[in-house]
């Protein structure tokens, strides 16, 4: 929790009533983000992003495993994430553990859509490789390196820049397997799938203060909050997943609302983190 005096606190306050926050942006301006990409070479796929002096990490790790006797035709995602106690002192022990609860559970909800997988920003049913038999599990594993705010986004686009990164190893089946036989694989060494990202969320949270709501909330606009709402929107503006924080309470009017800017501003962070992950991708090449 950041503690603030009267005075920074009415500040921070008559900023955002005035579109003209602390840092010079306006409500619904994020700060400059930068993509790394690569970095990591035991993972599948990873990615760092920077947003302001918020910095989270993001690997992807592939592994063959079974399909989910309810869900057949569809490969299985876990995300967790790890709030490092050096990042914030709040993270050391049991705070750490919730917040990383909290977020891993809103990513899940953001990005994998309900328990039958209906709305899912990640394509569950691409993960298959012998329907009811094979499929990939893939294991996203997020670390928050320095917190200021704004988490939530900053670890959405962490993974979607991860699964852009990542190369999901061709798999040969043996033909002749039959009833309950698992069949034999084979697992290319050289041939790899590139993750399908064109359909991959992002998230995009709008923070309360006061009558205002804005976009990537550092941690002292954060600590003035009354409540956050969490949208994941994909590039063709469909919703596929919300979560809200905080006590208060909102009208459904004011959610509709969020709902209606948060497509709006998803275009303009949709197009600037491809441009990021393109230009990352590109100096991981040359290097």
């Not at 603030?4 to 009533?17: C, D, N, T, V």
């Not at 009833?179 to 799938?193: L, R």
């Not at 606009?221 to 063709?236: G, H, L, T, W």
């Not at 998803?266 to 590109?282: P, Y």
């Amino acid at each position: 929790m950041v503690g603030l005096s009267l005075g920074e606190k009415h500040f921070i306050q008559g900023g955002i009533a005035q579109d003209l926050r602390s840092d010079g942006r306006k409500r619904l301006t994020y700060r400059p983000i930068c993509v790394e990409t690569g970095f990591i070479p035991q993972a599948n796929g990873s990615a760092r992003v920077r947003m302001g002096a918020t910095n989270v990490i993001s690997t992807v790790k592939a592994e063959l495993g079974k399909p989910s006797s309810l869900q057949p035709d569809k490969g299985k995602v876990t995300i967790y994430v790890d709030c490092s106690p050096t990042a914030e002192p709040v993270f050391e022990g049991r705070g750490g553990d919730e917040l990383s609860m909290e977020l891993s559970v809103a990513l899940q909800r953001c990005l994998l859509g309900g328990k039958s997988g209906a709305g899912a920003g990640i394509d569950l049913s691409s993960l298959i490789v012998v329907e009811g038999k094979i499929c990939w599990d893939l294991y996203i594993d997020c670390l928050v390196v320095s917190s200021d705010g704004n988490l939530l986004d900053a670890l959405g686009a962490a993974i979607k820049a991860a699964l852009s990164n990542t190369g999901i190893p061709r798999v040969n089946v043996a033909v002749g397997a039959s009833g309950d036989q698992q069949p034999e694989v084979d697992i290319s060494d050289e041939e790899f799938m590139q993750f399908d990202t064109s359909d991959i969320p992002v998230i995009v949270t709008l923070t309360k203060a006061g009558r205002h709501y804005i976009v990537d909330a550092t941690s002292e606009e954060e600590s003035q909050m009354n409540s956050a709402v969490s949208i994941s929107v994909n590039r063709k503006g469909h919703i596929c997943g919300l979560t809200k924080r905080g006590g208060a309470g909102l009208d459904p009017s004011i959610i509709l609302d969020m709902i209606s800017v948060a497509k709006h501003v998803s275009e303009q962070l949709i197009n600037k983190l491809d441009s990021e992950i393109a230009a990352a991708e590109a100096d991981e090449d040359e290097s």
